[in-house]
């Protein structure tokens, strides 16, 4: 029934529209497609990171994007964001009441720096993180997705399953997850795939599991 394979640039705007119905009402669906589609090409220009999909019929049905981050503050929401910086600003032109999104409001200083940084072509020097607290890797899963038609067909436990293939790969057996405190359809979901409550912030939980 379901295809999985490697995603591709040429793929992007296919998972794009995959993402924009998973999560209509995500910050990123509504700064546009181009913006989502610059945000999954993160994953695609460096070797830690991977992007794959499923597909019915040729049809994207569902997405998993992950990395193995390399150091402390190697994240993957800064990321994406700096990568995917100029079609965020396009999407705000657009949509400028997204400027007081939670999600953007958050990000006020990057933003600003980001802006001081294209006017003046200097960048601020990167602030050390827990320099010397040891680094342990482990497998970061940052976006997984299932369009609507397809859930319950076992396509998120293939997608589940392949992220935990991708970890053997890179040599890592602790994967880990960011989920919004009130996205309780989200946490059943993990703790059925066995994954467990590592850290509780404000407004989002760190779930882990190791394989």
């Given amino acids: ?12 705007p296919d998972l794009a529209a995959c993402h924009m119905v998973c999560f ?15 945000t999954l090409e993160w994953f695609l220009v ?14 994207v049905v569902g997405y998993c ?19 995917a910086f100029n079609d965020a600003i396009k999407g705000i032109i657009r949509n400028p009441f997204l400027i ?6 958050q990000h006020y200083p990057f933003i600003w720096m980001n802006i001081k940084r294209k006017i003046t072509g200097k960048a601020k020097p990167a602030q050390p993180v827990a320099a010397n607290k040891p680094f342990t ?16 067909t076992g396509a998120a436990q293939l997608l589940m399953g392949e992220f935990e293939n991708r970890m053997r790969s890179y040599r890592q ?10 996205n309780g359809r ?21 779930m882990n599991k190791f394989i």
């Fill in 100 to 105: 007081f999104h939670p999600e953007v409001r």
């Fill in 1 to 12: 029934m379901f295809t999985i394979k490697n995603s591709t640039r040429e793929e992007l």
């Fill in 46 to 59: 460096n070797p830690n990171r991977f992007l794959y999909h499923i597909s019915n019929q040729e049809k």
């Fill in 65 to 83: 994007g992950g990395f193995v981050p390399a150091k402390y503050g190697d994240g993957s929401s800064s990321g994406m964001l700096q990568y």
């Fill in 137 to 152: 890797p482990f497998a970061g899963l940052v976006v997984i997705a299932v369009h609507p038609q397809f859930r319950g």
């Fill in 186 to 206: 989200a946490i059943n979901a993990y703790q059925k795939f066995g994954l467990k409550i590592k850290e509780e912030h404000p407004q989002t939980y760190v």
């Fill in 24 to 38: 209509p009402a995500s910050l990123a669906s509504k700064l546009g497609k181009r913006y989502v589609q610059k």
């Fill in 173 to 182: 057996n602790e994967l880990v997850l960011s989920v919004k405190k009130d």
